[in-house]
């Protein structure tokens, strides 16, 4: 073998060799899949002829208008609230107005609310308290203004003396009341005091003062004694003093001695005025007046008895001497003094007499001025705090009183009623629609729906055949006491029967009310009722602490937030309307599912009406869309709550009470939107209105208000646990919505998949099916954005014209 | 949870990648690597002169073992082979709890979500080295018989990694927090359950690793029967003693190939064609006395992890080993000389002795396998010049590389061997 055969068969051997080597197979392994949609939006212009109506078409189609519902007008309001849309709202708000003219029943007083009810619980305290304080603080005020009035006295007791005239004794008088006066003002009493009781001195003392100066004039300008003492009666009328009975005697006296004065002209006269005088007269001031002015005729009468002088003053003296001594003794000397002469001198001494006891008086009555200021104001003060309590006592009166001026309306319209009985799906439907109207009210009309809807709010206590027994401790307790309440169909209750829709529908609503009234969000509590000041209702009474809100935004945020979750209470409690449903699709209650300490695993949960206190065996979607759109509203409501300065949430365990009860509320939505989207999804990926639990199967109905309301609940399902899932069922039902219910000849969605020949179009299926479908428009591609438009936007139009 | 009862499960199938008897180990490989061995493929076809002394020095490495041929003959990676994807039907088909997940999963939207949950493969990616250095002392007995005998030295390192690919986890992300059990459930790292696992039930957490120990000190015979100008026929006789690392039922990263007493004979008869040009068909088997082995005994078929307390001593009878192989060998010079070979053969099955522990034939499933390996060998050797003029220290050099081009329950070696023997 030569050496290039040698090396050609060594490369064979290694070609062989390595044409051996082996290969290595590679693996398949890949990424998993995950959920995806299954199907793509049908293109409806392809698959029919001009499928979508004008305007002209719809309005044909809708036929002539009708009468709004509540839930229409809701709808609408909603729509124009997603939409962003002016136009609705005020279409809404128009026909809203409409009804509310005509349907609204059963006014109800201010003074009748429960609100002001829970006003006066709350404030009985609080008033009562305050009420004591202030009566405590005006009797001690009142204390140091009688101590300021003693010190004036003093000063004026050193100054005065009994001899002044009266003239001076006024002056000293307003001295004392400009003084006491000046004391007050510059003291730091009660503002009222300080106020109140300078005004009344200067009011009516010096008033008084001032008359008896003019008195005083006026008295010196009279002659007579007669003349003096009318005036004294005339003034004593005016001024309006009590005399007491022995003044009043005197004066009586004074009178007959001033007529008898004016009656002389003779010296038998003016004797019988002499001896009027005589008898008057205490035996000093007889010595004074009469054995100064004429000896001989003191001794004459000094010598007389009683029975002689009152013969004198009778003038009927029948003794033969008596007579002789009065004709030869007493006449001729009366006359050679001088008659006219005898008749000044008693007029003047009378006068005299008088003026001197006037300031006699006047220096008495001073001197009691003090006291008599005292005493006038401890009576006035007395009045006062009897305000003050009849205030406490008739506080929400006052508060009514208030607010009917404030409101401008007498009462509050209150249910409405379409038919005979007041249905609580209707009364929700306005209560919802009276929120979204604020937006476009101000002034008293703004007020009106403001308060009524917290009136409304809290009056869904009335729908509760517990209703006594909720309120036995006071509208109050009720609150605070997160008990469960259960609202029955109708105010009257005359069927034992409990549906899930009314649950539901007053849970939504009950959260959009918590949205507008939370103190840490805007909205439309932000003005209005929330700035009314109790001084703003009660005028009566002035006081600081009547400058606080009476509708402040935390409480009325706290009566919708403790209403709400008096529902949700409900769903935790043994009665509860909605359940859990296991792996086998066999019912668990709530209650027994958080007591019990081995949880199975639970994926879903539904709900079902009860009559008799028996759960139905079936579950409807429309019931559980409801309870989805409740949840979510309440979820939505609450997000930052840990922001609202509300007293209640600031206790922790409150705090933690609501951190839990949102963690359930995003379960039960998670399971409610579960057991919708694995459970109730039938042939062609459309949902069935009803499961049976009992025979475990569907109804194998299928109606358009269903999908629609599937659809915006798995939504509102996505939207609140961000659960992906729920958005590719909600496409895949709205997809399988558009293949199997738009109808050509209708040019929009048919009612039901068995219908086959549509004439007419209620405008109700259309507000109800835009309304429940804008939710997903922004989700789909801008395809089927545009097809989603094209399908509404006409209908959406011919509706608002 | 039971997550990792699964794994449980998980982790033992690696017992089915183990061969020839040594169960729930990652790999297992016939580490036959002596000079003069019939498996050895520098087949030797010489004997010493008498009274020579022949001192040898073997370096090789053995590697590719991270590839192995299937019951199907197919070449696959290990970490392909032995990884395992978790999705719904795995998961739900061992445990009732992942059931009842799966089945709640379900309940979430249109889509059957718990049938699509995947928490992805698990990849145990290992790379085994061995490397050897072998003194051998061999001596001349007479002119026909050979005698010898070899100290292995083993290195061993094997790098490994745990992998998690491929799962679907994120999109089940977005249920976090509905249920404790399935957050554990997208918690879940495989790789650390797995070796959670393992570590609870008593085995050696798997992690990367590299020790040398002695081998398997083997004696050698080579005797030449038949002997003609252009042919020879020879008898070898390998006899390995268990002095190696003795299995260990705990290191699921083991080589357990050790630690036997074995006798292997192989029949070669060597053909001159020409001058430069031989042909060497050859025959061998080998057989493993049966040893006592403390093992862990599964108690059943699903049992594939068992516990620590199942270890029971039994008796292995190794299954016999055969083949058949032919060599070329081309003298390119006095000088050098190139040998190409390929060798074909079987394993019989292993069998173990009872347990009252659980089932020991489990242990035996998949011990049986198949195998056809190449060789290509070159050497220099001056042992011609120094027979001519004394003036060259007489040694052979060669360098030898060998492969597994195909078999079934075997792993690939792909190796390179090193030798330098010297005569004196």
Known sequence: ?801 | MFLRKILKFITGLKSTFCSQGSSFCLFAVQLILLFYNGQSFALTTETLPAHVYSPAFRYGQINGLENRYTETGTLVRLTDYKSIEFDADTLAKFNTKANELIATLNKFGIYKAGDLFNLGTLEIETKPEIKYFAPVLAKGISETWTIALGLPVIKYSNTIRLNQKFSNIEYYNQFRGLSPELDQALDTDLANETQQALINKGYKPLASQEKQFLGDIQLVSIKKIIQNINSTLLHLMTVSLPTGPEYDSDDLLALNSFHEFSVENKLAYVQKVSYFFEIVPNLSFKYIFPQKINVRIPTNKDDVLPDQNSKDEVTKTTGLFYDAGLNLGLSVSEQFKLTAGYLVGQKIKDSYSNSSKGDSNIIAEKSDSKWQKVTADVSYSTVQNYLKNKKFIPLILSLSIYDTIAGENIERRLGQELNMTLFF
């Not at chain 1, 299954?38 to 002539?64: E, I, R, S, Y």
């Not at chain 1, 009011?203 to 001032?210: H, M, Q, R, T, Y």
Request: hydrophobic share 40%; charged share 25%; glycine share 2%.
């Open chain 1, 1 to 801: 073998m030569t050496t290039i055969q040698k090396y050609r068969l060594l490369a064979l051997v290694f070609s062989v060799m390595l044409s051996c080597a082996p290969s290595v197979q590679d693996s398949e392994n890949k990424k998993p899949l995950t959920p995806e949609l299954q199907t793509n939006d049908v293109a409806l212009q392809q698959m029919h002829k001009n499928p979508f109506a004008t305007v002209g078409f719809a309005l044909k189609k809708m036929g002539p208008k009708k009468n709004y519902t509540q839930k229409n007008i809701q709808n609408l309001f909603e729509i124009g609230q997603l939409l962003k849309d002016q136009n609705a709202n005020e279409k809404a708000a128009f026909y809203l107005n409409q009804q509310e003219s005509v349907a609204l029943k059963n006014n109800k007083a201010f003074a009748e609310t429960y609100y002001l009810q829970l006003v006066e619980e709350q404030t009985k305290n609080t008033l009562k308290k305050s009420v004591s304080e202030v009566e405590k603080n005006i009797l001690a005020d009142t204390d140091r203004i009688e101590k300021m009035i003693s010190d004036s006295a003093e000063i004026l007791a050193d100054q005065s003396r009994p001899d002044q005239s009266l003239k001076e004794q006024l002056a000293l008088a307003e001295d004392l009341i400009s003084n006491i006066v000046d004391k007050i003002q510059s003291s730091d009493v009660f503002s009222e005091l300080k106020i109140q009781i300078p005004e009344k001195l200067n009011a009516e003392a010096k008033s008084f003062l001032a008359n008896v100066q003019s008195f005083d004039l006026e008295f010196s300008k009279m002659q007579t004694l007669t003349e003096k003492l009318n005036l004294m009666t005339e003034y004593l009328k005016k001024l309006e003093v009590q005399i007491d009975a022995d003044y009043l005697a005197a004066f009586k006296t004074g009178q007959e001695l001033g007529l008898s004065i004016d009656r002389i002209t003779d010296p038998q006269n003016t004797l019988q005025t002499l001896a009027l005088t005589w008898k008057m007269l205490t035996v000093e001031e007889r010595i004074q007046h009469f054995q100064s002015a004429n000896q001989s005729l003191y001794e004459l009468f000094n010598k007389k008895s009683d029975e002689d002088i009152q013969c004198l003053i009778d003038g009927n003296c029948t003794g033969l001497i008596s007579k002789l001594v009065l004709k030869i003794g007493v006449y001729p000397e009366i006359e050679k003094y001088g008659v006219e002469k005898i008749k000044a001198d008693l007029n003047q001494a009378a006068i005299g007499f008088l003026s001197g006891k006037i300031n006699a008086t006047a220096f008495e009555k001073i001197k009691e001025l003090p006291e008599t200021i005292k005493s006038r104001i401890r009576d006035s003060v007395e009045k006062n705090i009897g305000l003050v309590q009849d205030f406490k006592n008739k506080f929400k009166f006052n508060l009514a009183e208030g607010l009917q001026k404030k409101l401008k309306t007498e009462s509050l319209g209150f249910y409405i009623t379409s038919n005979a009985e007041v249905e609580l799906q209707e009364q929700i439907a306005l209560m919802s629609n009276d929120l979204y109207s604020i937006q476009g009210l101000d002034g008293s009309e703004k007020l009106v729906k403001q308060f009524g809807l917290i009136e409304k709010v809290i009056s869904l206590v009335d729908f509760s055949n517990q209703q006594k027994k909720l309120l036995r401790n006071g509208l109050s307790n009720y609150l605070k006491n997160p008990t469960e309440i259960f609202l029955m169909s109708t105010l009257k209750n005359t069927t034992n029967t409990l549906l899930v829709k009314d649950q539901a529908a007053a849970l939504k609503f009950l959260s959009l009310m918590v949205t507008a009234t939370a103190d840490w969000k805007s909205g439309p509590f932000d003005s209005g009722l929330t700035e009314i000041r109790a001084q703003d209702l009660i005028s009566d009474f002035k006081s600081d602490q009547l400058n606080q809100s009476v509708f402040p935004k935390t409480e009325l945020f706290n009566i919708c937030f403790a209403n709400a979750v008096k529902i949700l209470k409900q769903i935790q409690s043994e009665k509860s309307l909605v359940y859990l449903v296991n792996n086998n699709n066999e019912r668990v209650a709530i209650s027994d599912y958080l007591s019990g300490k081995n949880h199975p695993t639970v994926a879903l949960a539904a709900a079902s009406d009860q009559k008799n206190n028996r759960s139905m065996n079936v579950t409807k979607v429309a019931d559980l869309a409801l309870m989805i759109d409740a949840l979510s509203a309440f979820s939505q409501a609450t997000k930052g709550i840990e922001n609202s300065q509300s007293q209640i949430l600031k206790d922790p365990e409150i705090k933690l009470q609501i951190e839990n009860a949102n963690k359930n509320i995003e379960l039960l939505v998670l399971t409610l939107a579960n057991f919708i989207s694995s459970q109730m999804i039938g042939p062609k990926n459309l949902v069935d209105d009803a499961y049976d639990f009992e025979t475990k199967s569907l109804s194998q109905n299928y109606q358009l208000s269903n999908q629609v309301a599937a659809i915006s609940a798995l939504i509102q399902a996505y939207e609140t646990t961000g659960i992906h899932i729920y958005l590719l069922s909600a496409k895949e039902l709205y997809y399988s919505t558009n293949r199997n219910y738009f109808d050509q000849q209708l040019k929009f969605y048919k009612n039901s998949l068995s219908e086959t020949k549509t004439v007419e179009i209620n405008k109700d299926d259309v507000l109800n099916s835009l309304n429940h479908l804008i939710s997903i428009r922004k989700y789909l591609n801008l395809t089927s954005q545009v097809q989603f438009d094209r399908i509404f936007e006409n209908w959406y139009v011919a509706i608002l014209l």
